[in-house]
């Protein structure tokens, strides 16, 4: 069990960490710190965190497991505010969607205590944010992405990795440069393009109809566009290389299709969308597979 948890950002993230330990036994006394006392109090009566902090030091004393849920963009200030108050045992972790950019700032607040910071990801979410929208059960049969560094003890990877099975979450390991090439891919360049969808949409004179009429697979594809603006900002800027070459892949995609619309080419556009289909089938039954094993 932990003593003391101390979480930057009481969000979805955040707050749905905090439940899950909480439920597993596995936190004694959790604290709360964050930019809005709006939120921190609402978590305090949600029953999420049992205490506020204002201060860094107050927040960090006593404390040997602490989060940073925060969006990636507030990482090193965060780190460089706790780090004199840091003590010997306590380990730091984060759970920022890049990678490359966390343990650079990381690596510029931290110091000579870098080896006290292992980075780490939760694939997890939903487009809700706010304490409100935090749930115990977030991570239960979720990926955790761990990309540890050369400097963390496999005892302190190993403390990381143990809270967040405690949460119901599936480990694995990647380096930050893997991390941030696979989810340019397959999280980041969604998001963006669900964002410009819905903003062009309704930027159209006639949207209010665009938006009347839209269906059960606008809303599917479109929903992560309800996600955080800041958070999102934050992530596309910090993945900005990788994401680049996926857009420019994309856009690559798009000017072929382009062209077999307007030449009528039935046949092209049939292949990439059997294409599309078979793989989209195959990632679904393998997801499928690996719930019905956990279970």
Not at 151 to 174: K, M, Q
Request: charged share 20%.
């Amino acid at each position: 069990m932990f003593k003391k948890v101390v979480i930057f950002g009481v969000g979805l993230i955040g707050g749905s960490f905090a439940l899950a330990l909480r439920r597993a036994g596995q936190a004694a006394h959790i604290v709360g710190v964050g930019r809005s006392p709006a939120s921190l109090e609402r978590a305090l009566e949600l029953g999420i965190i049992d205490a506020v902090a204002t201060e860094a030091a107050a927040a960090v004393t006593g404390a040997d497991l602490i989060l940073v849920a925060a969006p990636v963009a507030q990482t090193e200030a965060i780190l460089a505010s706790i780090k004199p108050h840091l003590e010997a045992r306590a380990i730091v972790t984060d759970a920022g969607s890049t990678k490359s950019d966390v343990v650079a700032a990381a690596r510029k607040a931290m110091g000579e205590r870098i080896a006290q910071f292992v980075p780490a990801h939760p694939i997890a979410g939903r487009e809700k944010h706010g304490p409100e929208a935090a749930l115990a059960e977030l991570y239960e049969g979720k990926k955790v992405v761990i990309t540890a560094l050369p400097e963390n003890s496999e005892a302190d990877v190993e403390t990381v990795a143990a809270a967040w099975r405690a949460c119901g979450a599936i480990i694995h390991r990647l380096s930050p440069r893997e991390h941030d090439a696979v989810f340019a891919s397959v999280s980041h360049l969604p998001h963006v393009l669900a964002f410009a969808l819905v903003d062009d949409i309704a930027a159209k004179p006639h949207a209010e109809t665009l938006f009347q009429y839209a269906a059960s697979g606008f809303r599917d594809f479109t929903r992560i566009a309800a996600s955080s603006p800041e958070m999102w900002r934050d992530i596309t800027l910090a993945n900005r290389d990788a994401l680049l070459t996926e857009v420019d892949a994309y856009l690559v995609q798009l000017q072929g299709i382009r062209a077999m619309i307007a030449d009528s080419d039935g046949a092209g556009l049939e292949k990439i969308y059997a294409s599309a289909q078979h793989a989209r089938q195959q990632w679904a039954a393998a997801i499928e597979a690996a719930e019905r094993k956990a279970n």
